[in-house]
């Protein structure tokens, strides 16, 4: 467990993360494993553990008809796949791929939800870490629909 | 000093290559006539006319060591560009120029030099880089974080490839979306500034692209922790005259054209947020 707690602690997502939180997190994490082409999720799957990235790169992307997979994002070290765990249905709204060989840190979501439950005070730490990865993607959408290197741009 | 007559009345230069970029984009190469030197700075640029249609401002995008051979990346987007991107070996074009500040270069020695770039925005840095690699030892780390729409629009790919193999140079490339067969980055150009390797406190940043982006680049960059008098941007909306007679790229009390197209941020301050200027 030392490591986990090790690894979390040192996880740029939980930069600053309270120690008593931290014992809590790890108790629902584990070391997990992807190679390159591998699926961490599948769009419409529940939602039920999201990542911390160690080492590698993902891609969130969706499969359109026609288009086949088109990826709106890479992740790579430090950074979370994952958001949709936090709040219902708890489902993916997107497939998560491994571009290369991916280490990262699982954290299971009920478990991490039932303790979120139980003790507010890392709920909202949960919350404020997540909503800021949330707003700085819907602003990251924004642009990308927004299409600015057309020819209008 | 020149008479107004003689700023307005373009020379002829003639193609000599056309290659095609990118959809809808096309790098051509100029010449000057006999024996005529082109002195240009990175970031400076032309007023190119294409006969019969009009003129517009192309920034230069070729090596500035390189003096006879003038080198213009075209976006076509409307009646002027639309003809010059399809103009080929021995048509002529009008050239005015070069017009315009150019990129900081000097003042960058000594200091970590980020580049950012959106789009066609890349055309005017390229200048800014080769000087940069030709005396890559009077600078610190050199970043170029390069953001455009999908992989198919990536401009001078081969360029890129080439310089990804220097060890002297980080270069992240990130599109807006992409195919399976694409390993490089997804997502906005702004996400690879907190990862890029500079020290904010001795770096100058380049950045040009859409407006838009800019905007969302100074920011990312005054998150990293650089000031504005270190972040530089270039301006490339409309112009006419180039040479500050006929307001047309009048941006609140600047003329694009006769104090840009490169500004320091805090030159600008404000500026960019107005919705109509
Ligand atoms: C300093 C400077 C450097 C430039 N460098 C280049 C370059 O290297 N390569 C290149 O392809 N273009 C460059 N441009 C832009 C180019 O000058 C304009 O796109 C020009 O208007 C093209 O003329 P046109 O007749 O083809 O299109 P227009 O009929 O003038 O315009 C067609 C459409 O494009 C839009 N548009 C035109 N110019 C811009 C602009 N600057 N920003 C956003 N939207 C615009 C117009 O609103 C219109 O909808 C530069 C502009 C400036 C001021």
Request: with cysteine.
């Given at each position: 467990m030392e490591g986990l707690e090790q690894v979390i602690r040192e996880h740029a997502f939980f930069a600053g993360l309270d120690e008593g939180f931290c014992?809590?997190?790890?108790?629902?994490?584990?070391?997990?494993?992807?190679?390159?082409g591998q699926y961490l999720f599948h769009e419409g799957e529940p939602a039920d553990q999201f990542y911390l990235i160690r080492h590698g790169r993902v891609s969130l992307g969706i499969t359109a008809p026609g288009r086949g997979a088109v990826s709106f994002q890479t992740l790579g070290e430090g950074e979370i796949v994952g958001v949709s765990w936090l709040i219902p249905p708890y489902r993916w709204s997107y497939d998560a791929k491994a571009l290369e060989l991916t280490r990262a840190i699982a954290i299971d979501a009920t478990c991490l939800r039932q303790k979120c439950e139980a003790d507010h005070h890392l709920g909202y730490d949960m919350m404020k870490r997540f909503m800021a990865v949330l707003i700085q993607r819907l602003q990251a959408t924004r642009l990308q629909i927004l299409d600015v290197y057309g020819s209008h741009g | 000093m020149a008479d107004a007559a003689d700023v307005m009345a373009p020379k002829i230069a003639y193609v000599r290559r056309r290659r095609r970029e990118a959809a809808q984009v096309w790098t051509l190469d100029l010449e000057a006539g006999e024996g005529d030197r082109f002195a240009f700075a990175p970031g400076q640029f032309n007023m190119l006319t294409a006969f019969g249609v009009g003129e517009a401002a192309i920034s230069l995008s070729g090596d500035p060591a390189e003096g006879s051979r003038l080198v213009h990346t075209i976006r076509a987007v409307g009646p002027v560009s639309s003809k010059l991107a399809r103009l080929g070996p021995g048509d002529p074009v009008g050239l005015r120029g070069p017009f315009g500040a150019a990129w900081p270069i000097e003042e960058a020695a000594g200091h970590d030099?980020?580049?950012?770039?959106?789009?066609?925005?890349?055309?005017?840095?390229?200048?800014?880089?080769?000087?940069l690699l030709a005396e890559r030892s009077r600078y610190g780390q050199v970043v170029l974080l390069?953001?455009?729409?999908?992989?198919?629009?990536?401009?001078?790919?081969?360029?890129?490839?080439?310089?990804?193999?220097?060890?002297?140079?980080?270069?992240?490339?990130?599109?807006?979306?992409?195919?399976a067969d694409w390993r490089g980055h997804v997502g906005v150009v702004t996400n690879l500034i907190p990862r890029a390797a500079f020290d904010p406190?001795?770096?100058?940043?380049?950045?040009?692209?859409?407006?838009?982006?800019?905007?969302?680049?100074?920011?990312?960059?005054?998150?990293?922790g650089l000031g504005d008098e270190g972040i530089h941007l270039s301006m490339e909306r409309n112009m006419k005259c180039a040479v500050s007679f006929c307001g047309h790229c009048q941006f609140g009390p600047v003329f694009i054209c006769r104090d840009g197209p490169v500004f320091r941020c805090d030159r600008l301050r404000g500026l960019l947020a107005l919705k109509e200027i």
């Open positions: 014992t809590l997190i790890s108790g629902c994490a584990r070391n997990v494993r992807f190679e390159a | 030099v980020v580049i950012v770039a959106g789009g066609l925005g890349l055309a005017p840095l390229r200048p800014a880089l080769y000087r390069y953001g455009t729409r999908s992989p198919d629009e990536i401009l001078f790919r081969r360029e890129i490839e080439t310089w990804r193999r220097r060890l002297d140079i980080d270069i992240e490339v990130t599109v807006d979306h992409a195919g406190l001795h770096a100058i940043a380049l950045v040009c692209g859409p407006e838009i982006m800019m905007r969302f680049a100074i920011a990312a960059l005054r998150d990293a």
